[in-house]
């Protein structure tokens, strides 16, 4: 059928639970509303509505501010609203979303090592591989958030 597609977590919910328990085990390295500013920052990027609607309601019942959540979409511009290591976190989640021939710069990579340490900067690069794969998933399902 013309404009069906396949939900990929109902057709291999097998698959979805490891994806959940690789969500766990790296949620036990990092601050959850940093975890859920860079899946919203990751979300924007892709274009994953879908992702972005789960992300900010996940952030706003962790406690992160409406202002912030705001600002993810131009946190270069957002001066003081994210410290510096939340800054670095977004970065590294830019540049490892949007990732080219150059890969991840030396210099984001520094600055992100200089604020976690060496679990913790695992934890966040996995943390980015693993949203991009759901958002690369949710788009190509065609998965949009509901209206509330």
């Known amino acids: ?30 601050d959850l509303t940093l975890l859920e500013l860079l899946k919203l920052r990751s979300s924007i990027l892709n274009g994953c509505a879908f992702c972005v609607d789960l992300h900010t309601r996940r ?3 962790a406690g992160e501010t409406h202002q912030r959540l705001f600002q993810v979409s ?3 511009e ?5 410290t510096d290591a939340e800054r670095a ?3 590294l989640t830019d540049e490892m979303t949007r990732m080219g021939e150059g890969g991840v710069s030396d210099a984001t990579y520094d600055a992100v090592a200089g604020h976690f340490s060496e679990e913790q900067v695992a934890a966040l690069m996995t943390a ?21």
């Open 89 to 91: 976190v977004l970065a």
């Open 74 to 76: 131009t946190w270069h």
């Open 59 to 61: 952030a706003l019942d």
């Open 128 to 148: 980015v591989a693993m949203i991009n794969l759901y958002n690369r998933l949710a788009v190509t399902s065609g998965l949009h958030p509901r209206r509330r």
């Open 78 to 82: 957002a001066g003081a609203v994210f």
């Open 1 to 30: 059928m013309a404009g069906r597609r396949v939900v990929w977590s109902k057709k291999l919910p097998e698959v979805y639970g490891k994806f959940d328990e690789v969500d766990a085990l790296v949620g036990r390295h990092l």
